[in-house]
């Protein structure tokens, strides 16, 4: 809608370009779930609620986006995170080490979908969003301590045979992991310290840990573990008839419909379980042999993997999905909902005390910026992993937050968010894609405050928007918002600009303002949150007294 002399900060946002396969693989990781599981007090090795949890949400993200077919996910109990088992996965499975070492996150999902219709950015939020909203079904005796959060990388699939690789590979390590940790739980509560277990499994072989459970503990893992455990779970869709409705003569009419639904397999990789599920041939391929053994290596090879560029200012912008529908449902405050605002501003308060490189934060409507500083080193300025980061925590923040700011609003549905990264190389970048930003809110505020003033007194949706359109607050341009915003972050010393004439224009909407509320200068009393933005930052004062980021409206 804005048209401004900023614009031009628009040519740095490059596009994600994925190469179009098939199959695309987004892999959700917890971050830092083995303390979130501490905190949580999750039983050990495994907490089957906690897995149901995650199942839960897996079932949510299948049923939310069609694109997605098929998803297996696991916990992966890893709090003695000893160089040990490196070297014991490291000998079962040749060449596991460095991802075993990635994969230290307690939890580990593949998402599995058709093509690269869906924003891969929109699943991880998603299902961070249900994780929150979901769990008092599922603990409904424990609080929800902190916000958890995961973050996502895609794996692009050349051919459903990667996609088989893949899959052998995560059951192998659901496996492995499993039985380790099994092994080592019961050691410990026999009464062995850490260490001492450990010290039984070092050099063991699967065969020896079976051994050892069944001689010491009278355990047959294969039977008394269960599957949920052992195997993972794969969350996939299936076709069900359903009867619509009957026929006059009482016969039923049936129609087929999509059903999500859980399964366990042994072996998920198998020709045997793959190709005897409906969907999972038809959408992604049938599996024509049976495979073994795989090399993450050559797993790694189809890891995407996008840098953002060095010495540069990173801005992560995230954005609210659907969120007119969302501000309806919720029945927000029209134009403006200064709860729901106010929501925002505490969730990107949130960010900046989690990423201590976040210096700046910015906000309007249901978007968000976040400046990262230049030197930030951050995931190893990995785009998808900073970027799936902040959005996943901002969307947990935000499900979390919900019952402090609507206290008695019940949350319909989880919100979910999309985010981008763009790089700008210098500080006069930097601070006119921020009055990029800050001109948008103006002008939509001006406009949206007219719109919904018009319908007020009486005019319909559509005559309002007729009547606004030959109107001339969307030729609205440069210069009419002051923008000063952070210089101190930024360190260099830059003049203000004069500020400019808002002109005739303005003054007219102005006008039209004034005359339909009866306020003279009704525009300008708005609060400056309404009109501005927000923005968020670490005061340095006040930082060391209270301990949390300060959210100001910027003129
Ligand atoms: P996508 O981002 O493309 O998924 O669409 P969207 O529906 O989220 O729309 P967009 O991001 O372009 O605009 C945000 C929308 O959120 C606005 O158009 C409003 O409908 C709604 N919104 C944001 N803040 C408020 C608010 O304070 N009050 C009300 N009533 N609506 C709001
Ligand atoms: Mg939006």
């Known amino acids: 809608m804005a048209n401004s002399k900023y614009e031009y900060v628009k040519s740095f946002e490059v596009e994600d370009e994925i190469m179009l396969p098939n199959i695309i693989i987004v892999r959700v990781d917890g971050r830092d779930f083995r303390r979130f599981s501490e905190v949580h007090e999750f039983e050990k090795p495994n907490d089957k609620k906690a897995l149901e949890l995650?199942?839960?949400c897996a079932k949510a993200v299948l049923e939310q986006f069609p694109d997605?077919?098929?998803?297996?996910?696991?916990?992966?109990?890893?709090?003695?995170g000893t160089n040990e088992r490196v070297d014991l996965i490291f000998k079962e499975f040749s060449r596991q080490a460095s991802y075993v070492a990635e994969t230290s996150d307690k939890i580990s999902i593949s998402i599995i979908m058709l093509l690269m219709n869906q924003d891969t950015l929109l699943i991880v939020s998603f299902f961070t969003s249900c994780y929150v909203t979901k769990w008092k079904a599922l603990f409904p005796q424990k609080d929800l301590r902190y916000a958890p959060s995961l973050r996502s990388r895609v794996i692009c699939c050349a051919s459903v045979e990667v996609l088989q690789a893949y899959l052998v590979w995560r059951q192998y390590e659901c496996h492995l992991n499993n039985q380790y940790d099994t092994c080592l739980w019961k050691l410990i509560q026999s009464g062995k310290s850490q260490k001492e277990a450990e010290e039984i499994l070092k050099g063991s072989q699967k065969q020896d840990r079976n051994e050892l459970l069944y001689q010491c503990f009278n355990i047959n893992y294969k039977k008394d573990i269960p599957e949920i455990f052992r195997q993972g779970t794969c969350t996939l869709k299936t076709e069900v008839e359903d009867i619509v409705k009957y026929k006059d003569d009482g016969c039923p009419v049936k129609r087929l419909r999509r059903k999500v639904i859980t399964v366990h397999s042994e072996n998920i990789a198998s020709r045997r379980f793959w190709n005897d599920q409906l969907c999972l041939p038809k959408e992604l391929g049938p599996f024509t042999e049976d495979l073994n053994k795989t090399m993450p290596e050559y797993l790694k090879s189809f890891q995407y993997e996008n840098k953002l560029m060095p010495c540069t200012w990173i801005v992560i912008r995230i954005d609210g999905c659907h969120f007119h529908r969302f501000s309806e449902v919720h029945e927000f405050e029209k134009p403006n909902d200064a709860q729901a605002l106010n929501l925002m501003n505490s969730c990107a308060a949130g960010v900046l005390e989690e990423f201590r490189d976040i210096v700046f934060a910015y906000g309007v409507s249901d978007e968000y910026s976040f400046v990262l500083k230049k030197e930030s080193q951050l995931y190893r300025r990995h785009t998808s992993e900073i970027v799936s980061a902040v959005v996943s925590f901002f969307s947990s923040m935000y499900a979390m937050k919900w019952n402090e700011f609507f206290p008695h609003k019940e949350m319909k549905y989880p919100p979910y968010f999309d985010g981008r990264a763009v790089c700008y190389p210098?500080?006069?970048?930097?601070?006119?894609?921020?009055?990029?930003?800050?001109?948008?809110?103006?002008?939509?505020?001006?406009?949206?405050?007219c719109f919904w003033m018009l319908v007020k007194?009486?005019?319909?949706?559509?005559?309002?928007?007729?009547?606004?359109k030959g109107f001339c607050f969307l030729k609205l341009g440069d210069g009419v918002i002051r923008y000063k915003m952070a210089l101190w972050i930024l360190k260099e010393d830059i003049q203000d600009e004069p500020f400019e004439n808002e002109g005739t224009q303005a003054q007219e909407k102005n006008e039209l303002l004034d005359q339909l509320s009866g306020t003279i200068d009704y525009y300008n009393k708005l609060p400056l949150m309404f009109r501005q933005g927000s923005s968020v930052y670490w005061d340095k004062v006040i930082s060391f007294l209270l301990s949390h980021p300060t959210t100001k409206s910027i003129t």
């Open 426 to 449: 210098s500080c006069e970048i930097l601070l006119d894609y921020l009055a990029w930003r800050q001109v948008d809110c103006h002008i939509n505020n001006q406009y949206n405050s």
């Open 457 to 468: 007194s009486g005019k319909s949706k559509s005559a309002a928007q007729q009547y606004l």
């Open 54 to 56: 995650l199942n839960e």
């Open 68 to 80: 997605i077919i098929f998803s297996y996910g696991f916990s992966d109990e890893y709090s003695f």
